[in-house]
């Protein structure tokens, strides 16, 4: 089932910052291209770059993968929720500083962090292209936002785009 791009009513104006970076086409392709660019550019960085930060008070790069993980975990659980039609769970805002504060990665390889990666992106991939046209339009309350989980979908792709060009800014060109 083909999942069309969100209006821009069905999540935070917030989000417009990651569906911007989202490329037309079929949604199912670009999930599945942004997996890929996202493991081939995480695996091609130098190792004496991963436990990295650019400044004080910035993430690793290993800390923005394992982030970028959390995030769609987190992500996908609101898909789930909208999908079955609960709006009676609350959702509140993820802080991604104190996930970041409490995630070991020091001790993780960039390989291990990949394997985890693949992981949650299979899991969203198989909720997603399992919903219904109905059900990818179903909103939720998320933080104070409706959000749907076709919205949620372009958010996961853009997020990942976001944060390699955050690197490629910040990281690499040292």
Not at 45 to 58: C, M, Q, T, V
Not at 93 to 120: C, G, K, P
Request: proline content about 5%.
């Amino acid at each position: 089932m083909p999942i069309k791009p969100p209006d821009a009513g069905e999540y935070n104006p917030y989000f417009d910052r990651y569906i911007s970076l989202v490329p037309a086409g079929d949604f199912e392709e670009l999930l599945n291209e942004n997996t890929t660019e996202a493991i081939n550019f995480f695996a091609q960085l130098p190792e004496a770059l991963h436990d990295y930060s650019y400044g004080r008070d910035k993430w690793t790069i290993k800390q923005v993968l394992l982030h970028i993980t959390d995030t769609e975990r987190v992500m996908q659980y609101r898909a789930l929720m909208a999908a079955r039609g609960d709006n009676e769970t609350p959702q509140s805002a993820m802080n991604e500083n104190i996930f970041a504060q409490n995630a070991a990665v020091s001790n993780r390889s960039m390989q291990d962090l990949l394997a985890e990666f693949t992981i949650v992106r299979a899991s969203t991939n198989c909720l997603l292209q399992n919903l219904t046209s109905e059900q990818t339009t179903w909103g939720i309350i998320a933080n104070g936002h409706i959000i749907t989980p076709r919205a949620i979908g372009y958010i996961i792709i853009g997020h990942v785009l976001h944060h390699i060009n955050i690197i490629n800014e910040r990281y690499l060109k040292q």
